[in-house]
């Protein structure tokens, strides 16, 4: 087979329809330049994915159509490119091969996926039919995304009909480990059919998602060829049928790589130039600080550390050292003063009654106070800090650390806090050693712990993944050998907690079901797990 396919695996913005034109023009040129002849863009390049509710605008899906038509009108080679098409008052999710200036053929989306953050059956119509296209001489077989997932699905219709290359366009979104499973799809796609499988995946962050690239190529025999970058745009000019050793995986950088992807993305494709983080000398803000020095670069970040009579000093020297070793702004703004203020105001009020979490959740709200006064002032995005594992069961305080523009690490849980700072810090000791090695604790009163409001995270995390991940049973977790009164807590914690989560800064997804539109519960919800 002789045409030469390129994999133009591109970071659109979701909306900026004129912008993306532009970047897939620019790529068809490279790819040209490069040798290809024909030049693969992933799902919905043209609009961005996903473009949720814009496409019930008829002059966004009138702007998609033209940007299409000016692609053609400009490419130099032939290109698979995904658009939103519209025929016979319908809107399709679309891939259309360009060829000669013109669009040639048009393939429909079958699969729609409505599942966890997929929302398709409400915008899309699906295909009426299955085409084999023909370039150059070789009979080409393009899907979309959903539809290489689905055993028996358009692709073995494609390959019964003549396909000698199967093309899938997608927009993938990463969670962790999901890099297996897609290996070993296209590899048993590519082995069932006989045809080799070039799948291009989408790259760059959305709102809440991560879309890791990683396009593939597979051959016929089912035989893993190349992949493009992860985590980065890429063009990707293949050698169709000489097979090669899988790359190895660190499910722990990917991670990384994914929470830095998704805070650049979220930053740059908003127009937000700095970020500010309440620096406590605990491993969270910890590792969003980084996080954030890697993301925008160490000059556009300010670390500010609020401490109140409970803050120790120990935590204010580890909260001075980190800025410094991540060449960040620093500064302390202490916060005892002001609930002195917010007690004395309240004193009348307050009268007779013992302190409790009410002073706690004062602090907690002083600081995102201050914060967001820094971000109105200066201009600051509000980087909040709390990780899955408090969200989950309300560890956080309302319009306190969980004020903020985005929540970095929101999906990921404590014990994968830790295992992240390890890894930053294998490489360089960033993070000090201190806050790695201390007990958790979010010194709101004397000598607290996060252990007296919670089990240790070693215990808390693996229910919290059974219940909010797997969507597994109460009954089902103790099965596992939890203590059955320790799970019906914890599964409490997290359904009675619903209407914080939903007041909550986006966050950024890294696992198969993150808060946010992937999983929609009822604030108003009577519904208790019983044995």
């Known amino acids: 087979m002789s045409l030469r396919v390129a994999l133009a695996q591109v970071n659109p913005t979701v909306g900026d329809i004129h912008g993306n034109r532009d970047r897939i023009i620019e790529y068809i040129a490279r790819g040209k330049d490069a040798g290809a002849e024909l030049v693969v863009f992933p799902e919905l390049a043209v609009t961005g994915y996903p473009p949720k509710d814009l496409v019930l605008k008829s002059s966004f899906v009138r702007a998609n159509l033209r940007a299409v038509e000016e692609i053609a009108e400009e490419a130099g080679v032939a290109a698979v490119v995904g658009f939103v098409d519209r025929s016979d008052g319908h809107l399709y999710n679309a891939a259309a091969l360009i060829s000669g200036g013109e669009v040639t053929g048009v393939q429909h989306k079958t699969h729609l996926p409505n599942y966890d953050v997929f929302d398709e059956q409400r915008y899309f119509t699906r295909a ?20 290489i997932w689905v055993d028996r699905g358009p692709p073995h219709e494609q390959a019964a009909r003549g396909a000698e290359l199967l093309i899938n366009i997608s927009a993938s979104p990463f969670h962790a480990g999901k890099f297996t499973v897609r290996e070993e799809l296209l590899a048993r796609r590519a082995a069932e059919t006989g045809v080799p499988v070039l799948y291009c995946n989408l790259v760059g962050g959305q709102d809440d998602l991560v879309f890791d690239g ?33 790359p190895e995986r660190d ?98 009020q307050f009268r007779g009654q013992k302190p409790d ?8 709200r002083i600081r995102g106070n201050i914060l967001m006064a820094l971000s109105n002032k200066f201009g600051y995005l509000v980087l ?13 305080t309302l319009y306190g650390d969980m004020s903020g523009g985005l929540a970095v690490i929101s999906d990921v849980p404590k014990t994968t806090v830790y295992k992240l700072a390890g890894w930053i810090n294998s490489k360089e000791e960033i993070i000090p050693r201190r806050v790695l090695e201390k007990e958790p604790t979010a010194e709101l009163r004397p000598g607290q712990r996060d252990t007296d409001s919670l089990p240790p995270y070693e215990v808390l995390d693996p229910v919290l993944h059974a219940y909010i991940e797997e969507n597994r049973s109460a009954e089902e977790i103790i099965k596992e050998g939890f203590d059955p009164g320790l799970v019906l807590d914890i599964i409490r914690m997290v359904d009675r907690n619903e209407y914080k989560r939903q007041q909550a800064p986006p966050g950024i997804r890294i696992t198969p079901k993150a808060f946010g539109p992937g999983r929609r519960m009822p604030i108003t919800n009577r519904w208790q797990e019983e044995l």
Not at 303 to 317: D, F, I, L, N
Not at 357 to 364: F, G, K, L, P, R
Not at 384 to 396: I, L, M, P
């Open 384 to 396: 909040s800090t709390g990780n899955k594992s408090e969200t989950a069961v309300g560890y956080t």
């Open 251 to 348: 499910v722990t950088g990917d991670i990384h790589d994914a929470l830095v992807l998704g805070l650049s993305d979220y930053m740059r494709k908003n127009g937000f130039e700095k970020a500010v983080v309440g620096l406590s000398g605990g491993i969270d803000s910890s590792l969003v600080a980084v996080l954030a020095a890697r993301a925008l670069a160490p000059e556009r970040v300010l670390g500010v550390c609020m401490p109140s009579p409970y803050t120790s000093k120990e935590s204010v020297e580890d909260a001075r050292h980190l800025a410094e070793n991540l060449g960040i702004a620093f500064t302390v703004i202490p916060i005892g003063g002001i609930m002195d203020a917010y007690m004395a105001a309240l004193e009348e």
């Open 128 to 147: 009426r039919s299955c085409h084999v296209f023909t370039l150059k001489g070789v009979r080409l077989g393009i899907s979309i995304c959903e539809d």
């Open 214 to 246: 990683g396009s593939y190529v597979f051959n016929g025999r089912g035989e893993f060829v190349a992949q493009a970058g992860r985590f980065r745009e890429d063009l990707l000019l293949p050698d169709l049928e000489t097979p090669r050793p899988r």
């Open 357 to 364: 979490v009410t002073e706690e959740n004062i602090q907690a």
